[in-house]
């Protein structure tokens, strides 16, 4: 097997929100079989300064699959097509000499791409904002051993937690549904004994959020969990409608 | 001797005297109060998100403050605070193992060579415990035994286990906790967050921090922000060097663009170089990935003993013709002796031509021995992520051969100066986290840097911020002052120098030669002729990159090769201080080693057992003080000011991990 590699890329240029986009044809040449994904695009970059050519834009920042920041759809598949991993992870010995790599940002109207490859992601944040979190001050806090947690609930909390709000599991579904990130926050801190105190406003808040910022419904095609960099599992989704189902017939009862 | 002179003008520490253990109580029984009324009416600027921006943002808007919190990131949760692994110290011995907050106080200035400040990681000691009760009332979710209650661990540096931990995910977990706490004081409209938003400039208003410049990095737009107060918690600078395990966008723009307003830089040359990362592959490597130091709780690192074995397959090496060296140095702590002892513990082998994989650079750290005892299932459950991370990266099965690891830039010891207060030189300026300089000394233990950053970003700023503040009229400064007009002219007129260039050259083709002078001259091992050579290329790189760096597209766009570039041109420079700090510092201590400088055979000390020829060799009698460094503009070198380190708890002695 040669150890670098010639690719024919089709990449999406787009200069600003307001610009239509293209697709753009690329040859990518002397790539290490060693090289993640993005720097692979480094070498293109690289190349198209040479050229004074812009480069391609795109979110990246630990490289190491951690912080969520890269977005790519390739061929179609968000983080490409290996499981488990972000696209900061994925190798080019996954590909083969020659072949044509369609390299796109994660689409939903809910993230705007503000250029090229990069889209704004803050309806997450905001979605978190609208309850996902334990309103604890900071200093008020008990000795942490006063609270013995079973060990199960721990880690299927951790499981939860572990989500990497990527986006991911948006740019997988076909209604651009947020259900996998949203249950995901949920469940981590409905889970918890420490979050039963808000657990119905925190549902009931994180939910009336995302519908409000044009993400799609779940039909449950379960293309989120395949996409998942960290695996999430869609359990989290049915755990959502029946606590959110608990709160909301709560609320009309006025309890 | 150096030829730096020196002074000793540098304000006091700010810490009260009387005994340490009461030290943190006196103070703040004695620290100026802001009623809650007022607090209201008082502004703060946050720089940085991470574990000591985000919490330190969260408490102050919890406290009745105004914050304004910016980040370059996409959302506040991207800080790299989110890529530490292994986990964090608090000396909460539940484990009964003879832990105690002086313990954890003594490991921490040992671990850091004698070269931290005592009354600031007394006081990180004695808070540790708070963050650990603060975590878990967040939902952080630690790992916990099945009766349970929380899980320790052990890491480098000590006897106990004090590390808690969540798999390897720990500074993500932490940081989304602290992120959730963030995103509820936004909700509460007490923070405003600006994302993707890059300070470029700080403003000084008569000599104090009074507010600062930023990039709108979707826009290219300049604004400017006005404040009581500004914090800058940015992070390191491990970036310098171009390989690192930092994130690519972490930069040493803030608090560089500080120091050359007058803030002191301490300890610059304290680089922290971890043991056990992936090694490099080759020239288009971008970041380098680190394994975390936990793994060395059933890992064990080894070499061939013989230099003909190194390109064999580690199966066909038998036991007898292993080196576990760290073993052998340091029976006392094995795999588990620091970390500027186990990196350079590995150059030597390598060096010897023992190291293994296609470069030569690499040493073995195998869990054959750990999976035979646990199985592979426990050693899954605790290590998962990171042996699915190594194999993504190698394409080789960790369960299966022994990972392949190298040193690697990992943190950075040195920052900006501050004292007691957490305030720089430049009243109002407060600086937290891996930005300031202040509790590793010259070299940091595994899982401090997290407790460091939530200690200093939820317990600590937030009480001692009100000194400066009660002092201040709140709201006195706004954007309109001629200071504010002028920092922004000054940052618009550098970007507009930028991009008139026009040369021949990428961003990133500087970078990597910026990284491979620091790297090779100011790395593992430095010695007086490489830095003043080094001193010298990097002049010449500056002239270099400020006549020759093509930047394409245009300032009001987003425009990632405009980033790169103002962050490399002060990182071009900053390398230059670095490089005359290490140059100065002639001793060897933690990460900072001087050839001239270490043990041998001749020595007392090695006669006697006490440490091993080889080892670093510290000079207490004329380097036991902080370096803080001040720009001199024009200048051949910076001005130094010596803060001597006064010992009243602490022995100074050989660091022996034997």
Redesign the interface.
């Known amino acids: 097997m040669s150890t670098t590699l010639t690719l024919n890329l089709k990449v999406w240029r787009q200069a600003n929100t307001q610009d239509k986009g293209k697709f753009e044809t690329l040859k990518a040449e002397d790539i290490p079989v060693d090289a993640s994904f993005l720097e692979m695009l480094d070498i293109v970059n690289e190349q198209l300064i040479n050229d004074n050519r812009e480069p391609i834009h795109f979110d990246h920042d630990c490289r190491e699959g951690i912080c969520g920041m890269c977005s790519l759809n390739i061929n179609g598949i968000p983080h490409g097509k290996d499981s488990g991993i972000t696209t900061c992870q994925l190798h080019m010995r996954k590909f083969n000499n020659n072949d044509t790599i369609w390299v796109e940002p994660f689409r939903s109207k809910a993230f705007p791409i503000i250029k090229d490859l990069a889209v704004d992601r803050t309806a997450f944040d905001r979605i978190i904002e609208a309850g996902g979190y334990i309103d604890v001050r900071t200093g008020s806090a008990q000795d942490a051993n006063s609270l013995p947690i079973q060990k199960e609930l721990a880690d299927d909390a951790f499981a939860s937690a572990a989500c990497i709000g990527c986006g991911a599991c948006v740019a997988a579904c076909k209604n651009a549904s947020a259900m996998l990130f949203v249950s995901a926050k949920v469940n981590h801190l409905n889970s918890l004994p420490q979050g039963q105190p808000e657990k119905n406003k925190r549902v009931l808040g994180m939910v009336r959020q995302m519908d409000s910022e044009g993400f799609g419904n779940c039909t449950n095609q379960f293309e989120c969990e395949a996409a998942c960099p960290k695996e999430i599992s869609v359990d989290n989704i049915a755990k959502l409608n029946s606590s959110y189902t608990i709160a909301a017939l709560g609320e009309a009862a006025g309890s | 001797m150096s030829n730096y002179q020196g002074d000793f003008n540098v304000p006091h520490h700010g810490a009260p005297e009387g005994p340490i253990e009461s030290m943190w109580s006196d103070y703040k029984f004695k620290a100026p109060l802001i009623n809650p009324k007022n607090k209201r009416k008082y502004k703060v600027i946050v720089v940085g998100s991470g574990l000591a921006g985000g919490?330190t943002a969260?408490?102050l808007g919890?406290l009745g403050y105004q914050v304004e919190c910016f980040c370059y990131?996409?959302?506040?949760?991207?800080a790299?605070s989110?890529?530490a692994q292994g986990g964090i110290n608090a000396a909460?011995n539940?484990r009964n193992d003879g832990d105690s907050v002086y313990r954890l106080f003594y490991d921490t200035i040992k671990g850091g060579d004698f070269r931290s400040r005592e009354q600031n990681v007394y006081r990180l000691a004695e808070v540790s415990g708070?963050i650990?009760?603060?975590?878990?009332?967040?939902?952080v979710?630690?790992?916990?035994?099945?009766?349970?209650?929380?899980d320790n661990r052990s890491f480098g540096g000590a006897q106990v286990s004090r590390t808690f931990y969540?798999?390897g995910?720990t500074?993500?977990?932490l940081l989304?906790g602290c992120?959730?706490?963030l995103?509820?004081e936004?909700?509460k409209g007490s923070v405003t967050?600006h994302?993707r938003h890059e300070m470029i400039e700080l403003v000084l208003v008569e000599g104090e921090a009074k507010g600062i410049v930023v990039r709108d990095m979707?826009t290219g737009e300049i604004s400017t922000h006005s404040a009581d107060a500004v914090v800058l918690a940015t992070g390191g600078y491990g970036n310098v060097f171009f390989l690192s395990?930092n994130?690519?966008?972490c930069n040493v723009t803030a608090t560089f663009r500080a120091y050359k307003k007058g803030a002191y830089m301490a300890n610059p040359c304290f680089t922290q170089i971890h043991p056990t990362c992936i090694p490099v592959?080759?020239e288009?490597?971008?970041?380098l990935?680190?394994m975390s130091e936990s793994l060395r709780n059933d890992g064990r690192v080894w070499a061939p003993k013989n230099a003909a074995d190194a390109k064999k397959d580690p199966a066909d090496i038998p036991e007898e013709d292993r080196d576990y060296f760290l073993e052998r140095k340091y029976p006392a702590f094995g795999n588990l002796a620091p970390r500027d002892i186990s990196s350079r513990a590995a150059k030597e082998v390598c060096d010897e031509g023992r190291g293994v994989g296609p470069t030569g650079l690499g040493v073995y750290l195998d869990f054959e021995e750990a999976i035979g005892t646990y199985g592979e299932d426990t050693i899954r459950a605790r290590y998962g992520n990171l042996f699915?991370?190594y194999s993504?990266?190698t394409?080789e099965d960790p369960y299966k051969r022994p990972m392949r690891i190298y040193p690697a830039v990992h943190y950075t010891m040195g920052g900006l100066w501050v004292d007691y207060n957490l305030m720089s030189n430049v009243p109002g300026l407060h600086v937290i986290g891996e930005a300031n300089f202040s509790d590793h000394g010259a070299n940091r233990l595994g899982a401090s840097a997290l407790m460091q950053g939530l200690s200093d970003g939820?317990?600590v700023l937030?009480s001692t911020i009100t000194k400066y503040l009660s002092k201040a009229k709140p709201g006195a400064v706004t954007t309109d002052h001629p200071a504010f007009v002028e920092a922004k002219e000054s940052a618009e007129a550098r970007i507009n120098k930028l991009m008139s260039i026009n040369g021949s050259r990428?961003v990133?083709?500087l970078h990597k030669k910026l990284g491979k002078i620091m790297w090779e001259k100011c790395g593992m091992a430095r010695s007086e002729e490489g830095l003043k050579e080094a001193i010298q290329e990097l002049k010449e790189l500056k002239e270099e990159f400020w006549s020759d760096v093509?930047i394409?597209?245009t300032a009001d766009?987003?425009n990632?090769?405009l980033e790169k570039a103002y962050r490399v041109a002060d990182f071009i420079e900053f390398g230059e201080l670095m490089c005359h700090d290490a140059l100065n510092r002639e001793e060897s201590c933690g990460g900072h080693f001087r050839v001239e400088h270490q043990f041998t055979d001749a020595d007392p000390e090695v006669q006697a057992g006490t440490t091993q020829a080889g080892e670093a060799k510290r000079d207490d009698e004329n380097f036991a003080y902080i370096a803080a460094w001040e720009h001199q503009e024009g200048a051949e070198a910076p001005a130094l000011h010596k803060e001597m380190l006064d010992y009243k708890e602490v022995k100074l002695s050989v660091r022996s991990y034997q």
Do not use: W
């Open positions: 919490s969260a408490t919890e990131q996409d959302s506040p949760r991207r790299h989110i890529a909460k539940y708070n650990i009760d603060q975590c878990v009332a967040q939902g979710p630690f790992a916990r035994e099945y009766g349970g209650l929380l969540a798999a995910q500074g993500q977990q989304i992120y959730q706490a995103s509820k936004i909700a967050m994302r979707v395990t994130a690519m966008g592959s080759g288009y490597q971008s970041k990935t680190l699915q991370m993504k990266i394409g939820y317990f937030p990428s990133d083709s093509r394409t597209g766009s987003f990632m090769e």
